[in-house]
């Protein structure tokens, strides 16, 4: 392929990535969260924080100790650290591709880097509403909507900054990665229970000073 010709089929779908998404002020965070570091990073963290408080961490525990669950799925002191480095990240992404982005003469870049910005914040609503779906309202079917949904989402909006900013991309491929993984459980969960996970939670048994989490043993010795 000559070089005109393969500058043409990357304008092309760069013209195609417009078409299909849209960049939407109103459902969109602000530029100025985008262009800080400190907030872009800090935002999803806190969010992300925040949603585990309000959802309770213990009963959240209880909730996934009582359930079946299908192979490889990791110990509930993994999820925390996780998501805390997958949010750093995320928001890292953020502000490179949107700085980057908004620094260009090109208006189809600037274009494209709103969009994402629009992609970005609908996957970060996404997100924060799959704990509350999945342990609060122990909804395993919606969850799996949702959590599928998201990974499309984070797909495509890799594919948007990657044009951008190539670190940008790179950046979310763990948080795809983690969100396949993590729809596979969804999904497993909600099979290996009949979609019901309505009033399943065990009991926290006697458990040493020094950790928060429930005991996993009785898991161990119910087997």
Excluded: H
Aim: glycine share 6%; net charge neutral.
């Amino acid at each position: 392929m000559s070089r005109d010709a393969e500058t043409q089929l990357i304008n092309d779908i760069d013209r195609s990535a417009l078409v299909m998404t849209a960049y939407i002020p109103s459902i969109t965070l602000p530029g100025q969260i985008f262009s800080q570091p400190a907030a872009s990073i800090l935002l999803p963290i806190l969010a992300g924080t925040s949603i585990g408080f309000y959802v309770r961490p213990k009963e959240t525990q209880r909730t996934y100790l009582a359930i079946k669950q299908p192979p490889y799925r990791p110990p509930p002191q993994v999820f925390g650290p996780v998501w805390t480095v997958l949010y750093g990240l995320m928001g890292f992404s953020a502000y490179r591709a949107w700085t980057t982005g908004m620094a260009s003469f090109n208006p189809q870049t600037v274009e494209l880097t709103k969009q994402g910005a629009t992609l970005y914040t609908i996957q970060l609503v996404l997100n924060l509403i799959w704990m509350p779906l999945f342990f609060k309202y122990k909804r395993p079917v919606e969850a799996t909507v949702d959590i599928a949904a998201l990974t499309g989402v984070v797909g495509y909006l890799i594919y948007v900054w990657g044009r951008i900013d190539t670190i940008s991309g790179w950046a979310l491929a763990p948080y795809l990665g983690w969100l396949s993984f993590a729809t596979y459980l969804s999904a497993g969960v909600g099979y290996l229970n009949n979609w019901d996970i309505a009033d399943k939670e065990r009991p926290i048994s006697e458990k040493s000073e020094d950790t928060k989490y429930v005991d996993e043993t009785l898991d161990k010795k119910s087997s």
